[in-house]
């Protein structure tokens, strides 16, 4: 069984490095949810009678039932890696949403400065005409904001993929995988 991924140490330096952030993402997403029929395939149990080599001296019309997923390594599966695995995704996801949110941004301050340089000096036109245009420099905290937002609708897509499988397979009831998660979430804090 897939093992979800442990939590980064969560430091602002940790979210305003794209690069690792983006990186813990993609192979969290990679063990669990990109990988999630090979995982579930891993659920069930080896099939008791043995391989018939008549089974093939007929084409099959129909496709063959699935063996129904054993319920109870199921409900492990979800409870033990897919939701830990999601909430741990959630968790830097919220922590780094809340360092894009800090005012105190050191780069912040240098974007203002830079900006009243730029709105004070004076340059003929005629001689440099792209003086005339001011291209500002993104902060880093409004690229984090950017960044944050974009993984977070990722999320909400491979999350939405990913369930619709894992419901087929272990024969769940009609909730969605919001509900499924905060009640695993309601569950796990009553447990505390």
């Not at 912040?108 to 340089?117: D, G, H, M, Q």
């Not at 897509?157 to 024969?171: A, D, K």
Request: charged residues 30%; proline residues 7%.
């Amino acid at each position: 069984m897939a093992v979800p991924s442990d939590r980064p140490h969560l430091t602002p330096q940790f979210c305003f490095n794209q690069t690792a952030l983006r990186d813990f993402l993609r192979i969290s997403r990679g063990m669990i949810d990109d990988s999630i029929v090979q995982n579930l395939n891993a659920l069930m149990t080896p099939s008791r009678n043995p391989w018939d080599p008549a089974s093939t001296a007929e084409r099959q019309i129909r496709p063959v039932e699935r063996r129904p997923t054993d319920p109870q390594a199921c409900q492990i599966f979800k409870d033990d890696v897919l939701f830990q695995s999601w909430q741990t995704r959630s968790d830097v996801l919220s922590y780094c949403a809340g360092v894009a949110l800090d005012p105190s941004d050191p780069d912040l301050a240098l974007k203002e400065i830079e900006s009243a340089k730029e709105r004070e000096r004076v340059v003929d036109e005629r001689l440099d005409p792209y003086s005339g245009r001011f291209f500002p420099r993104e902060a880093r905290s409004e690229m984090l904001a950017n960044l944050i937002r974009n993984e977070r609708s990722v999320e909400s897509i491979i999350r939405s993929r990913t369930w619709g499988l894992v419901s087929e397979r272990c024969g769940d009831s009609g909730t969605g995988w919001e509900e499924a998660l905060n009640k695993w979430r309601a569950q796990k804090k009553s447990k505390r």
